[in-house]
């Protein structure tokens, strides 16, 4: 297995560019089976995720094509209902393709996915929302099984106890676009991911109105021709190296800034004392951590501040003088970077659904374990902030939703190495 090997204390400062956004890019490519016409997708990520969806809709039966590395062509004139578990079970959002079957087949069995190591992600407003259009549903031999051939537009609430559903809204959403009829899906997610597979359907000829909002109003057509569409650039991506900028005492430029989908990010700098230089799709931020107030966050759905980054907001806030409270209301439990970031020296201690934060002088380089996706980037700015050496175990993790996160590191001169886990030195192999 990989690992990286940081050697802190060198900041953050150049030019940065932000990529793709995965969690678009999954449930637009699963979209593209809706058509039997080619669809081409550009600024797709280069990611592991990525890269298993293509397997996926070949397996259900489309051509696919890499034209290059960002950019994708699905032809799906045939397809099978059927997605199985050897391939589902590596990754949650495989669940995005039960709308697209769905939608194009009146039928689906996708294998249901497998556990979440940041908390219980279950799939139950899915099956509601399905239900609600007419659908049968029923779970067999570890499949969701979806028998449509009676589907019709309907009212559907897409929330529960925990909020709206990103994913399941997409689901139901790419359901409702050849479903006949008129389908209101209310409490809608309305994250910017949500809205930019909206635009893409309707560019396929779908009739969705109310896109950006809580409130989705989809007439159903009878089918949905091919489109070229470019991925909108991922906010999470852009708000972790700023944070590993303020962080780092850096002065970096970031490119391709979805700006207006980072607010809540960019209202908690302002709480902070972050001063930023806001520019056309950019932002420079030039700041250290010893400049900076503590800051409560809390984490909700879109425009609030994103759970994708409470784990680097964590990070952040263990080097700003004072005490700041991070509270997580949408996964929980998804406080695995906290023990790690202990290691390192962080003064942590968590409280319920909130993590309580006092500020130290400094951290030091420690062997670590990632345990997700984005605990792992908030291991990698706090070990680029800390100082001495820090390796970083299982970095598979972060390297399924951060497109060249070691070359681009590597490019603004912070002391990176992508290595084997053999080459981890003998006396710390044991420690982590
Ligand atoms: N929930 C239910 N029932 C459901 C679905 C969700 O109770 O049927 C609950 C979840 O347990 C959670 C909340 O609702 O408490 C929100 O879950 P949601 O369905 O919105 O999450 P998701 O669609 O499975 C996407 C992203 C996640 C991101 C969340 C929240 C993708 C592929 N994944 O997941 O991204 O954290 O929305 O914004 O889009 C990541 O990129 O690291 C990641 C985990």
């Not at 995965?22 to 550009?42: G, H, Q, S």
């Not at 790690?340 to 951290?363: P, T, Y």
């Not at 902030?385 to 996160?405: F, M």
């Amino acid at each position: 297995m990989k690992v990286f090997r940081i050697e802190g204390g060198t900041p953050l400062q150049g030019t940065i560019e932000v990529s793709g956004a995965k969690n678009a890019a999954l449930p637009i490519l699963a979209a593209t089976l809706l058509t039997p016409e080619p669809c081409v997708i550009r600024n797709v990520p280069n990611l592991s995720d990525i890269r298993l969806m293509a397997e996926l809709l070949e397996t259900l039966g489309a051509n696919v094509e890499r034209l290059d590395a960002n950019t994708w062509k699905v032809e799906a004139k045939k397809l099978t209902p059927v997605a199985p578990y050897e391939l589902v079970k590596q990754m949650r959002a495989s669940i995005c393709l039960l709308g697209p079957l769905v939608g194009r087949l009146r039928k689906a069995q996708v294998s249901f996915p497998g556990g979440c190591v940041i908390g219980p992600r279950p799939i139950d407003l899915h099956i509601k929302g399905l239900r609600k259009l007419n659908c049968e549903v029923s779970i067999e031999a570890g499949f969701v099984n979806v028998d449509a051939s009676e589907i019709e537009g309907s009212d559907v609430f897409m929330g529960g106890r925990m909020g709206s559903t990103v994913t399941g809204t997409a689901n139901v959403v790419m359901a409702a676009v050849l479903t006949p009829g008129i389908t209101h899906i209310e409490n809608a997610a309305a994250e910017p991911e949500i809205s930019d597979l909206c635009n893409m359907l309707v560019s396929m000829g779908a009739k969705i109105e109310g896109i950006g909002g809580h409130h989705l109003i989809i007439e159903g057509v009878k089918k949905l021709h091919g489109t070229n569409h470019s991925i909108i650039s991922d906010r999470i991506e852009a708000g972790t190296y700023l944070m590993g900028a303020a962080m780092s005492g850096g002065d970096l430029t970031v490119k391709n800034v979805p700006c207006a989908y980072i607010r809540a990010l960019l209202d908690r700098f302002e709480d902070s004392g972050i001063d930023l230089e806001m520019g056309q799709n950019q932002i420079r931020i030039n700041t250290e951590p010893k400049k900076l107030r503590p800051v409560d966050t809390i984490t909700l759905p879109f425009p609030g501040f994103p759970t994708d980054l409470q784990a680097q907001m964590c990070s952040l806030m263990t080097l700003v003088d004072g005490l700041s409270i991070i509270t997580e209301r949408i996964y929980p439990n998804r406080f695995m970077h906290v023990p790690e970031l202990q290691r390192m020296g962080a003064d942590i201690a968590i409280e319920g659904n909130s993590a309580i934060i006092k500020g130290v002088e400094s951290l030091s380089g420690a062997p670590v374990m990632a345990s997700d996706l984005r605990a792992s980037a908030a291991l990698v700015i706090a070990a680029i902030s800390a100082k001495g050496e820090s390796w970083i175990q299982r970095i598979y993790h972060i390297e399924r939703g951060y497109e060249r996160i070691h070359q681009k590191l590597a490019e603004l001169n912070i002391k990176i190495d992508r290595l084997d886990d053999s080459d981890m030195p003998a006396s710390i192999k044991g420690l982590v």
